[in-house]
């Protein structure tokens, strides 16, 4: 059975039902935009998580994308655009500033931080199934899952790197800590594609199966997880992030200062500017001009 939301006339942009017994599913629900991440998104994410804890019927919840990707990351026609609320003056008039590095850095330890560190920090075990585009955002979501379930062909990045400052602004920590800092500084660095396949290979995710046989699979993989008691789960789960916590692994507040930074940076002439292409020719041409701009100078000879 699947929940709509509770309020009346909003747009379920996440939905949450009950797939079998003791195990739940959340699932981003914007399919058109390829489940791109914005505040609504996460506002009613959290609301399902809650859902999910305050149940203690629920052991285990999989969580996964609808339509043709699991997730492409924050919505970049809204990618650094969140700061302009500090700088407009009460008339509405258009501001006649930048926003300043205070307004920045609590927005940033506002947003992303903690509701990262609700994923994290859920008591129950939670399970990413992914499927098509895994990238930026989205990688981060099932990262900071218990295990991660993908299709073969599913497509994994960081290519949001590329706007911005090769891992200022993502997990970077906690990617490291997963594939080892070699493997990690590559994908940061370069914003490179990773298939479902590779992604197990490297230890982005656990399993991989043909995309029609993921759900099943991902399905069978709760059920077992799900035979723990439920204080089994939840003393484990909690015991686990206290070792993140011992290795500093848990600092959250690291990227509020990373992300600030990398939305405030200076383009030489020679380099690619994300948000100039935006304002001039839209996002999506934009996003597509920075990867030509990426492909050209790996294949240029000098």
């Not at 997880?225 to 789960?233: E, K, L, T």
């Amino acid at each position: 059975m699947t929940y709509v939301s509770e309020t009346a006339g909003r747009k379920d942009l996440v939905l949450y039902e009950m797939l079998d017994k003791h195990i739940a599913g959340i699932t981003l629900n914007r399919p058109e935009k390829l489940n791109a991440l914005n505040d609504d998104v996460y506002d009613q994410l959290m609301e399902a998580l809650h859902r999910a804890q305050e149940d203690d019927f629920v052991k285990v919840v999989i969580f996964k994308g609808a339509g043709t990707s699991f997730c492409t990351g924050h919505d970049l026609t809204a990618v650094s655009s969140v700061y302009q609320d500090w700088v407009v003056p009460p008339s509405g008039e258009k501001p006649s500033r930048r926003p300043s590095q205070r307004s920045r850095l609590i927005t940033d330890r506002r947003r992303m931080p903690e509701r990262w560190i609700k994923i994290f920090n859920f008591p129950k075990a939670i399970i990413a199934q992914v499927h098509g585009f895994v990238v930026e955002g989205g990688a981060n979501l099932a990262l900071l899952c218990d295990i991660t379930m993908t299709a073969d062909d599913a497509i994994f990045s960081y290519k949001g790197q590329r706007l911005a400052a090769g891992g200022a602004s993502t997990l970077m920590a906690h990617l490291t800590f997963q594939i080892g800092y070699k493997k990690a500084r590559e994908i940061i660095l370069t914003g490179r594609d990773i298939s479902g396949t590779e992604a197990v290979q490297i230890g982005l995710a656990n399993q991989a199966f043909p995309a029609d046989k993921l759900a099943e699979e991902t399905l069978k993989m709760a059920r077992e997880i799900a035979s723990n008691p439920r204080d089994g789960i939840v003393i484990g789960k909690f015991y686990s992030n206290m070792v993140y916590e011992s290795l500093g692994l848990n600092n959250f507040n690291a990227f509020s200062i990373g992300h600030t930074l990398a939305t405030n940076l200076r383009f030489e002439p020679d380099e690619y500017n994300f948000h100039r292409a935006r304002r001039d020719k839209g996002a999506r041409e934009a996003v597509h001009k920075l990867d030509e701009f990426f492909e050209k100078n790996k294949n240029a000879k000098k």
